[in-house]
């Protein structure tokens, strides 16, 4: 059973940059990490997705140019690392996970709680 836990979440103004990482009880290297996020009222909307290999299977309009995901097997840990952040990027960023396909989706099996991300003045 794989846990996820995120972290990095905070307080940031716009223009400003901020790294999420995603920490796994057990090793990370075998599956799928997906990033995705939910702000006030809004649906639960795709981020970026990316292989064990390190392939990008999936990035969002808005994450395209400003976000870049990443990770460190040999750590557990992957990462989504944001730039020049907008107060619409205001959201509960969540990292999941899937070792069973590269497919990016919402429906992946395992899940961390969430780290509150606020881009304001």
């Known amino acids: 059973q794989l846990t996820l836990v995120e972290s990095g979440g905070g307080l940031v103004q716009p223009g400003g940059s901020l790294t999420l990482s995603c920490a796994a009880s057990?090793?990370?290297?075998?599956?799928?990490v997906g990033w995705f996020r939910q702000a006030p009222g809004k649906e639960r909307e795709g981020v970026s997705c990316?292989?064990?290999?390190?392939?990008?299977?999936h990035q969002s309009d808005s994450a395209k140019g400003r976000f870049t995901t990443y990770r460190e097997n040999d750590k557990n840990t992957a990462y989504l690392r944001m730039n020049d952040l907008k107060p619409e990027d205001t959201a509960i960023y969540y990292c999941?996970?899937?070792?069973?396909?590269?497919?990016?989706?919402?429906?992946?099996?395992?899940w961390g709680k969430g780290t509150a991300v606020t881009v304001s003045s």
């Open positions: 057990k090793l990370l290297k075998y599956v799928t």
């Open positions: 999941a996970a899937d070792g069973a396909s590269t497919v990016c989706s919402g429906d992946m099996p395992y």
């Open positions: 990316i292989t064990a290999n390190g392939r990008i299977t």
